[in-house]
């Protein structure tokens, strides 16, 4: 059987969520799908993109949706960049089912295999490895007293201006942690260190530990420097004298909201957690050290 047809198969189904833009033909979906069924376990496909565009998906290719993904899955093997492990993460709702990337992007932290390591996605489908429990964030836009935006993520909670300098003050609990003028502001999670908070300056934090990492984007100002709290803290940020200028929220590169002046950004830990497959093979120092002096494309 290659499709979860019914959920009482649930229990050995492996999703294979694949980047049709960057797994051309599905080449390495399928090959991993012909080693998962030959050594006995069930197989769905659900790609992550472009499900809908005959170019890229094999028009004899049987899919199946995300909602019977969610329910049907025993794991999750996302076969793109860490933006696909991203996406994938949101389209089934963060559940805790294991998440098995294949590094099809530039980076690949989110990832534990290169291509040419497919085979070991039999080895975790019988469960041989070890979990990797990821920090989420929750994100709401607090207007005039209502909340007017919320979302959960794996990644980080982006403000940033469209092409202008915009004010913001940024709050840990009560206490004032900076104030100043930019691009804007990014609030990671330690998954999340390794993304967009790198190229703004900030820390690199093991994925599996709990903090926030506030880092400003082009500060106007010396002292506007990279923070890193606990996870306990409420962190609040204002959008102040935006005018006619324009700014938006962001939560792990997805579409979010334009804001408006006097705006609040509240973020904390999130309830839930993302479930990373790790074989335990190599270390997250090694690991980073390749992917941020070797594949550096």
Known sequence: MNCCDAVDNASNTVV????PFRDTKLELTEMARDI?????????ICP???????SVIPPELEIIDWDKAARCAAMFVVIGGDGTV????????????????????TKGFMSELEPDEVELVVNAARGEY???????????????GECVFSDSGLNDAVIHGMGDCIKLTAWCDSDKVMSYS????????????????????????????????????????????????????????KTEKLHDR??????????GIELMNND???????????????????????????KLLYKNN
């Open 264 to 290: 609040i950004l509240e973020v904390r830990q999130s309830e839930k957690t993302v479930n990373l497959v790790h074989f335990g093979t190599k270390s997250f120092y090694d690991s980073t050290f390749d």
């Open 48 to 54: 992550v993109f472009g499900r809908d565009e005959k």
């Open 246 to 255: 324009r700014a938006f929220i962001s939560v792990d590169g997805t579409k």
């Open 182 to 237: 930019g691009d804007g502001i990014i609030i990671a999670t330690p998954t999340g260190s390794t993304g967009y908070s790198l190229s703004a300056g900030g820390p690199i934090v093991e994925p599996e530990a709990k903090n926030f990492i506030l880092s400003p984007i082009c500060a106007h100002v010396m002292g506007a420097k990279n923070f890193v709290l606990g996870p306990d803290h409420r962190i609040t940020v």
């Open 130 to 144: 070890i979990e990797s429990r990821r920090m989420m964030l929750e994100a709401r836009i607090i207007r005039g």
């Open 16 to 19: 294979l969520c694949p980047n």
């Open 86 to 105: 991203l996406q994938t993460a949101r389209h089934i709702g963060h559940c805790d089912k294991p998440i098995l990337g294949i590094n099809l992007g």
């Open 36 to 44: 998962l069924l030959s050594e006995g376990f069930e197989t769905a």
